[in-house]
């Protein structure tokens, strides 16, 4: 700190990350494990995939925060089939997007050409729907978990890697700003050593996927667990993100009774801890009960970063306490839900033959931590 700084280190969000000196998209490769695309290279002559195709739009995803119908047609594409096994689905989206509707997504394929296809779907319908997009040679983009099993993702990734295949993962909290700043202050050593987190990711009860026309996510065998492989899933993924490291440590805990006190096929609520190699300690929660609601938190020797939402996709709350000054915002200048930046990324990717961020391997690694944390807590996998 300057002399003329404020006494109480208070400074904007971007005059903190000017400090910082870089931002997650220009991290260092190796600072937190990720292997980034070389922008040094000269651009290849491909164009930014413009002809899209959507399968699987039963899927709440496709229609809900986050809406990828409502994405690709921000971003100006062409929207070319949208799929989905119940017809009056199928019309119903197609209609309200401009777009042709099916119930066989491979003839919607033939059909349409896609230069890029988004799939989703039930995830006991996902390996199928994999394995034929492996073989047209079009980059995909599949919704987690892209199967009910472990064996079954792991298969998948194998196929995958045997054909070359672009598929890749959506994992947005590694897009967000919460993401964004930790990198940063690692990059410049503002937290410190790191010690401990928490990641707790909350979202509205389980009639939430009735009303919104999933109530298949509710189904063990359909989905292959509840708020874990929905939710949990992100957890994860960002503390092994931001760690660069994978968990030699598990336990957990869940329960399968709703706040209406209800017995369900899948859980409601998931705890678990991770530690890590170099001594990181990330205690994880996710739940199907109750508010819309994310926090998430590092602990560093030389200060702590948090984002606080009580609606996740509607407000944010991003606070810093290090040896650069004090933050406090609300509402930083960024999508909150963090799927446009990752569907720029994915674009970009596809353009510039680059590999995505979080490509079919992440799927895998993290279907396998699934598995962990379901056998810590007893539950049937």
């Known amino acids: 700190m300057t002399g003329h700084e404020p006494s109480d280190r208070s400074v904007t969000r971007r005059d903190f990350l000017t400090r910082t000196a870089t931002t997650a998209a220009g991290a260092a490769t190796g600072v937190l494990g990720v292997r980034r695309p070389d922008t040094t290279s000269a651009q290849q002559a491909r164009k930014r995939p413009q002809r899209v195709a959507l399968i699987g739009v039963d899927h709440y995803h496709a229609t809900s925060t986050p809406n990828y119908l409502r994405i690709l047609q921000s971003q100006n594409l062409d929207i070319l089939g949208v799929h989905a096994p119940d ?92 993401a964004e700043t930790v990198i940063a202050m690692r990059n410049k050593d503002e937290l410190g050593t790191i010690s401990h987190g928490l990641m707790r990711f909350n979202q509205p009860g389980v009639q939430r996927y009735r009303d919104l026309g999933s109530p298949w996510m509710l189904s063990k065998a359909e989905t292959g667990g509840g708020a874990l492989i929905n939710l949990g899933i992100h957890g994860f993924d960002l503390c092994r993100y931001l ?32 530690k890590f190699p170099s001594g990181i300690v990330a205690s994880c929660n996710t739940t199907y009960g109750g508010n ?3 926090f998430y938190r590092v602990h560093g020797s030389k200060g702590w970063l948090e984002v606080d939402s009580a609606f996740v996709y509607e407000g944010l709350r991003l606070r810093a306490d290090c040896a650069s000054g004090k ?7 960024r999508d909150p839900s963090h799927f446009l930046a990752e569907a720029d990324h994915f674009s970009n990717c596809v353009r510039n033959g680059w590999e995505p961020q979080s ?21 049937a996998i």
């Open 87 to 178: 017809d009056a689905i199928a019309a119903k989206w197609a209609t309200q997007y401009g777009s042709t509707p099916y119930t066989d997504y491979r003839l919607m394929i033939e059909k349409t050409k896609p230069e890029f296809v988004v799939a989703l779907g039930h995830h006991a319908a996902m390996p199928a729907e994999f394995r034929f997009l492996v073989e047209t040679g079009i980059p995909f983009l599949m919704e987690k978990p892209w199967g009910t099993d472990t064996e079954t993702v792991n298969e998948l990734a194998d196929l995958a890697e045997s054909k070359k295949a672009w598929a890749a993962v959506p994992m947005p909290f590694r897009y967000s700003v919460f």
């Open 359 to 379: 490509p079919g391997e992440e799927g895998l690694r993290d279907m396998r931590y699934i598995a962990q944390i379901y056998r810590s807590a007893g539950i």
């Open 243 to 274: 760690t660069g490291e994978e968990p030699e440590h598990i336990a957990a805990d869940a329960s399968v009774i709703d706040q209406d006190g209800r017995f369900n096929e899948v859980e409601e609520n998931v705890s678990w801890t991770m």
């Open 292 to 294: 819309m609601e994310g």
């Open 327 to 333: 933050l406090d915002e609300l509402n930083p200048a």
